[in-house]
C-alpha cells in the first residue's frame, strides 16, 4: 500500500527545507524517499487550515496516510509582540482543524510542530519535554506560546479516547533557505541578512535591534528536516522531542551579527538599537533526548550553515519573501 505523505506549511522555511532532503537524499536512504512514498508539500492557496472545510476537503483530495503540520503564523519577536491574539487565534484555529481532519481521516500518524519558546520563561535550565506546561511562558509571545502548547494537549486526549498516533516537535530557532526576510516581522537571522545586505547595497549603517546580548540556538532547516523525517519513521510515541542543537551551541544575537557581516562582507559601522525590545534573555533547550533515540547525528556547523542561507538569499533576492523595502 503506497503511503502518502502531506506536508502542511510545505511552501515555508522548514516545509521547503524537507522538499529539499527528501529530493536529495538518496532513495532508500535514512533520510531519503522511499519508493513506495509519495511527498505533497501544500501552500495555503490549496486550503487556508483556518477554515473547517477547506481543512477537511484538502485531506479528501490527498488521503494523507501521514502528515507533518508545519502550518502556522509564524513570526519574530517584533511580530509576535504586536498581534498576541491574532497569533493565539489563527493557530488554534489551523490546529484544531488539521487535528480533527487526521483524526476524521484515520491518519496513521500525526506529527506537530512547536517552538522552544513554548516553555516557561522562569524555570531550571536546561529545557526539557518534561517542563513544557510548568509555567507561563514569557509575555512576549504567550498568544502563540499558548496556542503550540495546547497541541500537546490535544494530542493526549486524541490518544486517549480515539488511540490517535499523534505527536509533537520543538525545533529552536530555524534559519535557512526560503526564510521569511521581511524587516519587521521576521525573525533576526533573515531579517539581519536582510537588512546587512541593504546596508551594504545603499552604504547605510547596519543597525542590529536590542542589546545584542540575548542567547539563542539556531538550527539549520536541512538539519531539522531530517529530524522530522526520522521522527516520521522512527518515533511512535505521544510525548515530544525538542529537535535542536546542543544546550552548549547558544550564541550571542552580537555573535550571530558579527556572523552575518562576515558572510555578508559588509565593511560599514554596525551599531545596536537598545530602544528595541531584547525578548527573552535565553531558551536553552536539551536535545539528550533526541541523540538518545536517533544515535549519532552530524550537525551542519554554524557559521558553514549561515553562509550557505546568505549564498542562497544573494542569489534568491528577486523571489524571496523580502516584505515591504524602503527606498534608499
Ligand atoms: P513560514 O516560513 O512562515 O511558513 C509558514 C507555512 O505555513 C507556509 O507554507 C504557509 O503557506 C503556511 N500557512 C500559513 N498560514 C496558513 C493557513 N492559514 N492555511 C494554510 N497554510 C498556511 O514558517 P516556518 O518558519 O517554515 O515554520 C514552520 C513551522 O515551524 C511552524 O509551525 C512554526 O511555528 C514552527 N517553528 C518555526 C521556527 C522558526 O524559527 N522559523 C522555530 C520553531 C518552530 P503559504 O506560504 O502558501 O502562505
Ligand atoms: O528571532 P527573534 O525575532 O525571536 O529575535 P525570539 C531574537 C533576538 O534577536 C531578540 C534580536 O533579542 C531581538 O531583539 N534582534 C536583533 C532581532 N535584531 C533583530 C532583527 O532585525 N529582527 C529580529 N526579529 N530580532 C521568537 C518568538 O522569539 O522565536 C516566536 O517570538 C518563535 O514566537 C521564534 O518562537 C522561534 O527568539 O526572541
Request: aromatic share 10%; glycine share 6%; proline share 5%.
Amino acid at each position: 500500500m503506497s503511503t502518502v505523505i502531506l506536508v502542511t506549511g510545505g511552501t515555508g522555511l522548514v516545509g521547503k527545507a524537507i522538499e529539499y532532503v527528501i529530493e536529495n537524499e538518496p532513495v532508500g536512504s535514512r533520510f531519503g524517499k522511499r519508493p513506495n512514498e509519495k511527498w505533497i508539500f501544500a501552500a495555503s492557496s490549496e486550503g487556508d487550515l483556518r477554515d473547517p472545510e477547506q481543512t477537511r476537503k484538502l485531506f479528501e483530495k490527498y488521503q494523507p496516510t501521514h502528515v507533518i503540520h508545519l502550518a502556522a503564523l509564524v513570526g519574530g519577536l517584533f511580530k509576535n509582540m504586536k498581534y498576541k491574539l491574532t497569533f493565539l487565534r489563527e493557530n488554534i484555529l489551523i490546529n484544531d482543524n488539521v487535528l480533527h481532519a487526521s483524526y476524521e481521516h484515520k491518519t496513521q500518524k500525526l506529527i506537530s510542530c512547536l517552538s522552544t519558546c513554548v516553555f516557561p520563561d522562569k524555570v531550571e535550565y536546561p529545557l526539557t519535554e518534561l517542563n513544557i506546561h510548568n509555567g507561563p511562558p514569557h509575555e512576549s509571545n504567550f498568544g502563540y506560546a499558548h496556542a503550540k502548547r495546547m497541541v500537546d494537549v490535544q494530542n493526549h486526549a486524541y490518544k486517549e479516547e480515539f488511540g490517535c498516533n499523534f505527536t509533537s516537535a520543538i525545533p529552536t530557532n530555524v534559519f535557512g533557505p526560503h526564510d521569511n526576510y521581511d524587516l519587521e516581522d521576521s525573525h533576526v537571522i533573515p531579517g539581519l541578512i536582510h537588512k546587512c545586505y541593504l546596508a551594504k547595497q545603499n552604504n547605510t549603517p547596519f543597525v542590529v535591534s536590542g542589546t545584542g546580548k540575548p542567547l539563542r540556538q539556531f538550527i539549520y532547516s536541512r538539519d531539522l528536516a531530517k529530524l522530522f523525517i526520522w521522527q516520521l519513521r522512527e518515533y511512535d510515541d505521544v510525548e515530544p522531542v525538542i529537535l535542536s542543537v546542543g544546550e552548549d551551541e547558544e550564541v550571542s544575537i552580537k555573535e550571530v551579527a558579527d556572523a552575518i557581516v562576515k558572510a555578508v562582507g559588509f565593511q560599514g559601522s554596525y551599531t545596536f538599537d537598545t530602544s528595541r525590545a531584547d525578548g527573552q534573555y535565553r531558551k536553552p533547550a536539551s536535545n539528550k533526548k533526541l541523540l538518545s533515540l536517533i544515535g549519532d547525528f552530524k550537525f551542519t556547523p554554524f557559521e558553514e550553515a549561515l553562509n550557505e542561507s546568505v549564498k542562497w538569499f544573494l542569489e534568491n533576492y528577486d523571489n524571496a519573501r523580502i516584505g515591504k523595502v524602503p527606498t534608499a
